[in-house]
Structures are given as C-alpha cells and as structure tokens.
T-cell receptor, first 118, second 114 residues
Framework: AQTVTQSQPEMSVQEAETVTLSCTYDTSESDYYLFWYKQPPSRQMILVIRQEAYKQQNATENRFSVNFQKAAKSFSLKISDSQLGDAAMYFCAYRSGVEKSSGDKLTFGTGTRLAVRP | DGGITQSPKYLFRKEGQNVTLSCEQNLNHDAMYWYRQDPGQGLRLIYYSQIVNDFQKGDIAEGYSVSREKKESFPLTVTSAQKNPTAFYLC?????????????FGEGSRLTVL
C-alpha cells in the first residue's frame, strides 16, 4: 500500500518570505499523481497544485511550485512571497495512475500547519 | 454554482445513537468519497462509491454505513458500533477515471458525541 509522509507538523514563515513544505511517499508504481491541498480555518479543502509522475517538469501555479524528485520519492511544496492568506493546513496526497477497481481515491499525509507572521 | 453540500455542519449525538451525514453534489461526478479527519492523522478513507448502487469499504469502514441510490447523493451513517465517532467528516467527489484525479470537497461536518 502507498504511504505519504509529512514530517513537519508545523511550520512558520515571515510574510513575503519563502517557505518549503516537505512530503515523501512510498510506492512501487511508476504511474501516479501527487497533489498538495490547502485547508484554511474554514476547513474547505482546496487543491493547490498537482503533479503527474510521468512529467519531469515541476508544476507551478503562481506563487506555488513543487520540487518533484521521482527517484527520491519526494514532493515538496514551495510557497514564494508568503501572504497572510496562506496560513492553513497543507496536505500532500497520492493517487495511483493504474486503472484498477479502487478508483481515484487519494492517500493523504498527516498535514503541515503553516503559520504566516506579519 | 456547482459544488458539494454537506449537512449538517455541526452535529451532536448521544452515545448509542445512529446519525446520518448528508452529502449532495451537482457536479455530475461519478465517484464519491467519505473521509474522516482527526488531529494529527490527516484524512482517512471511510467508504467510496464509483457508480450508483455500488460502494466499497475504505481503510476505516467499521462502524459506518453508506448508500448510493442516486448519483447526486452519498449519505454516511455513523452507527453506535463506531467506538470513537467524534471527528470532522469530509465528503468528496470526482468525475471518475479522469486523468487529473482531482477531488472536490464539501465544507465538512463536525460530529461530537456527548
């Protein structure tokens, strides 16, 4: 079974600075997808960024980018120019790309709580 | 606007009572999911359904039951057999075997057992 590990329960960053959240995963599959979700105090989960394992290029969405190291099974999230609204829980998630009866279910890490200091 | 609606947002239950959490989506998504969130444990999958009238157990299905009689609806019943039901419950959906696999989430329901 796949596992996702987020080793940083809490992180803090100064407003306008850059912060990197770590995520590692374990899988024997070669085709899969990785995601970062944000959960603000409202508790609504929001997709931040996704990465397809077959793409070598790291995904980028505005101030959010990832460092995808497939061989190391690492998928870190970098937030540039941090804003107060970035304060939230961040979850890393894995989805198999293999067609099987288990559908599109995601496996989540335990999350990292990010605080942004004004 | 399309989305996922969960109700109620807050629910209190006495020990020994069954409660049902509602999840409705108007995204025309095929698959629906129920996750449980506890502090420090992330999200854990309870049940999921890929098509109407079919569902599968997730990682922590004991003490829960679901039904999928309509494509739009996937209610979760927390039974008295669930030993520690106090948690935050999230419903999600996805189009099916989409290449992106993105899950869309509702706003969640917080269940507290008194």
């Amino acid at each position: 079974a796949q596992t996702v590990t987020q080793s940083q329960p809490e992180m803090s960053v100064q407003e306008a600075e850059t912060v990197t959240l770590s995520c590692t995963y374990d899988t024997s599959e070669s085709d899969y997808y990785l995601f970062w979700y944000k959960q603000p105090p409202s508790r609504q989960m929001i997709l931040v960024i996704r990465q397809e394992a077959y793409k070598q290029q790291n995904a980028t969405e505005n101030r959010f980018s990832v460092n995808f190291q497939k061989a190391a099974k690492s998928f870190s999230l970098k937030i540039s120019d941090s804003q107060l609204g970035d304060a939230a829980m961040y979850f890393c998630a894995y989805r198999s790309g293999v067609e099987k009866s288990s559908g599109d279910k995601l496996t989540f890490g335990t999350g990292t709580r990010l605080a942004v200091r004004p | 606007d399309g989305g996922i609606t969960q109700s109620p947002k807050y629910l209190f239950r006495k020990e020994g009572q069954n409660v049902t959490l509602s999840c409705e989506q108007n995204l025309n998504h095929d698959a629906m999911y129920w996750y449980r969130q506890d502090p420090g444990q992330g999200l854990r999958l309870i049940y999921y359904s890929q098509i109407v009238n079919d569902f599968q157990k997730g990682d922590i299905a004991e003490g829960y039951s679901v039904s999928r009689e309509k494509k739009e609806s996937f209610p979760l019943t927390v039974t008295s057999a669930q030993k520690n039901p106090t948690a935050f419950y999230l419903c999600a959906s996805t189009l099916g075997r989409s290449r992106t696999g993105e899950l869309f989430f509702g706003e969640g329901s917080r269940l507290t057992v008194l």
